[in-house]
């Protein structure tokens, strides 16, 4: 057995929505495992400030870009950008996502499906759904030119496999019309990701590439201790995830350690939706 299979050492890792919660995560993640992190996110001085954290910390050599992933020459000149000062793409994290506030204007609440306006259907489906094709078309494309291939991962969710329990939204004394909900779109995108990952897996697979998919739970990040406390019961390990918790199976997915994984969807989510 290779005891180094798990490292990245040298590899050109690109991770959309870097700058955001998870993004984060995912880049130490890379660069702890000798992976160079190619950060994008919107704001140029996000990334950098992660960037110059990165090499100081792991002793790599991240750099990051403002790309917006739903803007198709934004990607194109991208591509010719890091290939020009990297020579070359390994793997791709296609992680970003629009975070859109579960908002009211305490007449009606616009998570809501009745309420829900097609300008924001657009706007989640052309980052998530859209942006995540633009990805895989241009940075998918320029791995698939590797003699020896790469790794694409696609960020899920557990709500990519089941649906939303709206009754964990749920305010007390408040009538329906105001009642949060999770959007539809978010169950639209993380299951149109299942099945961009299952085709993206056959699709340059004779050029070495595979693609995966890891659908993780939520992660405790400050919520509500009634929202805890309520989810948690869904859960068999009972608690939500740790923000550092989907780092294995990422470096895992990117890395000779999964050589021979390819389409798979890899729920990371306590066993919620074993149950
Ligand atoms: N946080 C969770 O509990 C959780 C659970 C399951 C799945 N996920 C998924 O993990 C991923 C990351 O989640 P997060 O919590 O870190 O979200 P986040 O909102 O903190 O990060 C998303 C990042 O994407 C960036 N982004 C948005 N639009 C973009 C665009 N057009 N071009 C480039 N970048 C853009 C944002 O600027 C942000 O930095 C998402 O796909 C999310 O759905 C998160």
Redesign the pocket.
């Given at each position: 057995m290779k005891k180094d299979m798990f490292r990245l050492d040298g590899k050109i890792v690109v991770i959309?929505?870097?700058?955001?919660?998870?993004?984060?995560?995912h880049s130490e993640a890379v660069a702890s495992f000798g992976g160079i992190p190619i950060l994008?996110?919107?704001?140029q001085s996000?990334v950098d400030d992660l960037a110059n954290e990165l090499n100081e910390k792991y002793n790599v050599t991240s750099c990051g870009y403002s790309?917006?992933?739903?803007?198709e020459q934004n990607i194109k000149d991208n591509v010719k950008l890091i290939t020009k000062d990297f020579g070359q793409i390994d793997c791709l994290i296609?992680?970003?996502?629009?975070?859109p506030k579960m908002e009211d204007d305490g007449q009606v609440n616009f998570s809501r499906l009745e309420n829900f306006t097609l300008e924001a259907w657009n706007k989640d489906v052309?980052?998530?759904l859209t942006?995540t094709f633009l990805c895989a078309k241009y940075y998918g494309f320029q791995i698939s030119k590797n003699p020896n291939g790469g790794s694409i991962v696609n960020?899920?969710?557990?709500?990519g496999l089941i649906a939303p329990d709206q009754r964990l939204y749920a305010k007390k004394n408040v009538d329906l019309h105001l009642q949060p909900v999770k959007p539809v779109t978010?169950s639209v995108?993380?299951s149109g990701l299942i099945g961009l990952t299952r085709y993206l897996s056959t699709y340059w697979i004779d050029q070495n590439v595979r693609c995966n998919a890891i659908?993780?739970?939520?992660?405790e990040?400050g919520q509500p201790s009634d929202f805890l406390n309520e989810v948690s019961l869904r859960i068999p390990m009972k608690r939500?995830?740790k923000?550092h918790e989907y780092q294995g199976t990422l470096v895992w997915m990117l890395s000779d350690a999964s050589s021979y994984l390819n389409g798979a969807i890899v729920p990371v989510d306590g066993g919620r939706t074993a149950w």
């Open positions: 959309t929505g870097a700058a955001g919660f998870l993004g984060r995560m994008i996110d919107l704001e996000n790309v917006d992933i739903t803007n296609n992680n970003a996502a629009n975070n052309s980052i998530g942006g960020i899920s969710s557990d709500l978010y995108i993380k659908c993780p739970g939520g992660v990040n939500l995830a923000s």
